[in-house]
């Protein structure tokens, strides 16, 4: 624990308390204490200050010198700008932030611009030991002032908020890049806007859902990407609305110019049967090969109109695979949500899945969750659109750090989406990057925003765009010329001209299915397999055999763990016993029971979640059973060794969440039964948005296009 805490408090007499246990005994305290104490001997070297000067007479019991009010001040500002300087920083690109109360200032604290030239000790606490107010005071507005505010002082776990301000204070939340990386992330921002401006240009009038006003993100992924590699990252599973999807596939997973600039013509797809969506709704997924030859696989998720639908399934994909392909471990598969403002705040779903992020049954490691922040939904402006102070105020529930970081400023953005995915990576938490840009269109291409936001737009029509801003910045360090990067911007759109005019030639646009691989060898019904039903009996010794397996509780149970169960389950385990061995008979929940225990002998994986699914809303599975001591014992799993395993989760109250993520496990796992189980058959309806744009629709309208 940091020894400094007692500066977070406040509070005098945490100071004098430890005053006078340094006086009585020096080494019973700290060592940055005992430091800090051995230069403030004030009571018996420093009289100028007290009340008297006579050395003679005795200071009175509740005097504090000033020097030490002082550094109680300067910490006091220290921790204010921790906790409060996201609301001042300079994040809004195109408006002037909302007003606080109570801003960051000198005065508020007892200070002045007399004291900035005097030495703290308490400049310790941000790592640069004994230094002027000012230099503590420059290094707070750099870090938690700049582009870049963060929210973290509600996490309840000190190592965190501890990493977190090592982190940011360290380099003061300002990044270093190299003169190659600035070029890269400069061709990448070029890539991003280059493209919408030809598409704005070329295809006239056609929907596409701009990234404009958010490029930023683009260099923020590919960068990701590449850090992620370094990190051990094997897989990214992303999800994502419609605004930017097109420039995402095109510069981040790679899908080719020629494919999207086809589907704009028009051209049918080939050899898909498909029955299906808008182009700015497909799924896609690609290998990557990043510096030093590492191959990352990156797959977009295909999703509807219904804003933020697809995370659940995102996330019942990403732990299918953490599951059955990374043998468990979280650090090789990152799911990133991408999400925008007003659906962040407005849409129900965002917070189911929040809440799945620490469960047994739901968990992927953490995901890291990036806002476009275009600062209107639709028509509507940021103040109809929530009662919290941020759209990303729902992470306070699950405790997530959020970083708000402007849009303009490329490299705090890339710099930031680094941390996260840092974070993600040590402590296996869902992280969140609030970026604050602006939608230069309206929310279509064709929609006119004018009518609902005159000042707004008035304000983005005078703005320059993001490239613009970053060149500017780039020539005037003197990294690049004028005429480099005129260059760079011709070279591009000559590319893309030369692109389109080889997808003219195309006949059809090609689709490439994400899960290819795992569903290899599976087909599409035909009417025929319907008219027969398949064999899917077991002989009746086996199926006595395993009767016996299942209903027996000391198979690494009771006996040979010395698990008692309450006696009522040992009853029934018997009775389940005598059911199939001595009467031939069975009633639902054993017969629900051999099912499982059937398929699982077999080596098909069960995974089955709903809401008190383990015991049964009806007392009739007990799939999983309680021993006296809260030992959890599932008896489906200790059939033999060789056996499939049998996965059974009660599931927090949710539907429309739950179900999400129980179809994108199956999409991933096509050999796994992944049942769910609502607990009424009306409660069904909760998840009526799954049920109809995922599950009834799968196979003629997504089948093809999931990664």
């Not at 990701?224 to 419609?242: C, K, R």
């Not at 005078?462 to 760079?488: A, F, N």
């Not at 999400?660 to 609502?678: C, Q, V």
Request: with cysteine; hydrophobic share 35%.
């Amino acid at each position: 624990m940091n020894p400094l805490s007692y500066l977070n408090n406040a509070d005098i007499d945490a100071f004098e308390g430890l005053y006078q246990q340094f006086k009585q005994d020096p080494k019973s305290v700290d060592p940055e204490w005992r430091n800090f104490f051995e230069g403030f001997e004030f009571s018996k070297t420093d009289y100028t200050q007290a009340p008297t000067k006579n050395p003679t007479e005795s200071l009175p019991e509740d005097f504090v010198p000033e020097q030490f009010q002082k550094e109680l001040a300067v910490s006091n500002l220290i921790g204010a700008y921790r906790q409060r300087g996201h609301m001042f920083a300079k994040t809004n690109p195109v408006r002037p932030r909302r007003k606080h109360d109570g801003p960051i200032d000198l005065e508020n604290f007892g200070l002045s611009e007399a004291d900035m030239d005097t030495e703290f000790h308490v400049g310790s606490r941000i790592g640069l030991g004994t230094v002027t107010l000012r230099e503590i005071h420059q290094l707070l507005e750099q870090t938690y002032c700049g582009s870049i505010g963060v929210e973290y002082k509600f996490v309840r776990t000190l190592e965190i908020i501890d990493w977190l301000e090592k982190k940011m204070e360290s380099c003061r939340n300002t990044p270093n890049f190299t003169y190659e990386e600035k070029i890269e992330l400069l061709r990448k921002t070029n890539e991003a806007v280059a493209f919408e401006s030809f598409l704005h240009t070329k295809f006239v009038g056609q929907k596409r859902f701009s990234l404009e006003g958010g490029e930023s993100i683009i260099p923020a992924l590919n960068t990701v990407v590449e850090y992620g590699a370094e990190l051990g990252v094997e897989e990214f599973v992303i999800g994502m609305a419609h605004r930017g999807r097109l420039n995402v596939l095109a510069n981040v997973l790679g899908k080719t110019y020629n494919d999207i600039f086809a589907e704009f013509e028009g051209k049918a797809f080939d050899d898909v049967a498909f029955d299906g969506d808008v182009k700015y709704h497909m799924g896609y997924s690609s290998d990557k090969i990043v510096r030093g030859g590492k191959k990352v696989h990156l797959s977009l998720t295909p999703n509807p109109s219904h804003l933020e639908a697809v995370n659940p399934v995102v996330e019942g994909i990403s732990r299918a695979k953490i599951d059955q392909y990374h043998q468990g471990n979280v650090k090789k598969l990152v799911p990133i949500l991408i999400h925008g403002d007003h659906s962040m705040s407005g849409q129900g779903i965002v917070y189911e899945v929040l809440q799945m992020s620490q469960l047994q049954g739901y968990g992927t490691g953490g995901t890291i969750h990036l806002v476009i922040n275009n600062q209107v939904g639709f028509t509507a402006d940021y103040e109809e659109g929530r009662s919290s102070t941020y759209c990303t105020d729902v992470a306070k529930t699950t405790l997530s750090p959020v970083f708000h970081v402007n849009a303009d400023d490329i490299e705090a953005v890339v710099h930031v989406i680094k941390l996260a995915l840092e974070f993600r990576q040590k402590f296996h938490r869902d992280v969140f990057v609030d970026i604050l840009g602006y939608r230069r269109h309206g929310h279509n291409e064709s929609d006119e925003p004018r009518f609902t936001q005159p000042d707004l737009y008035r304000r983005i029509e005078r703005h320059p765009k993001v490239r613009e801003v970053y060149i500017k910045k780039l020539v005037e360090s003197g990294s690049l010329t004028e005429k480099e990067t005129i260059q760079m911007e011709d070279e591009f759109k000559l590319y893309l001209n030369n692109r389109l005019e080889e997808s003219k030639q195309q006949e059809t646009a090609s689709v490439t299915s994400f899960l290819e691989g795992v569903w290899a060898g599976v087909r599409r019904a035909e009417n025929k397999d319907f008219e027969k039903s398949p064999e899917t009996g077991v002989a009746q010794k086996k199926f006595v055999e395993i009767s016996e397996q299942v209903t027996d509780l000391s198979r690494n149970g009771g006996a040979n763990s010395n698990l008692k169960f309450f006696a009522k389950i040992v009853k029934l385990y018997e009775n389940r016993r005598k059911m199939v061995v001595e009467h031939k008979k069975l009633d639902w929940g054993m017969a629900e029971t051999m099912a499982y225990a059937v398929l699982v002998t077999n080596g098909t994986q069960v995974r089955l979640s709903g809401q008190d699914s383990g015991r049964g809303t009806f007392a009739h599975r007990h799939a999983i059973i309680t021993a006296e001591d809260n030992t959890k014992h599932v008896p489906l799993n200790h059939l033999s060794e060789e056996q499939a395993p049998f996965e059974v989760y009660n599931s927090f109250l949710s539907e429309y969440g739950v179900l999400g993520f129980e179809y994108g496990y199956a999409y991933a796992a096509p050999s796994t039964l992944t049942i769910w189980e609502a607990q009424f058959g009306d409660f069904a309806n909760g998840a009526q948005i799954i049920i109809d744009q995922f599950v009834a629709s799968s196979e003629t309208k997504w089948q093809g296009y999931t990664a």
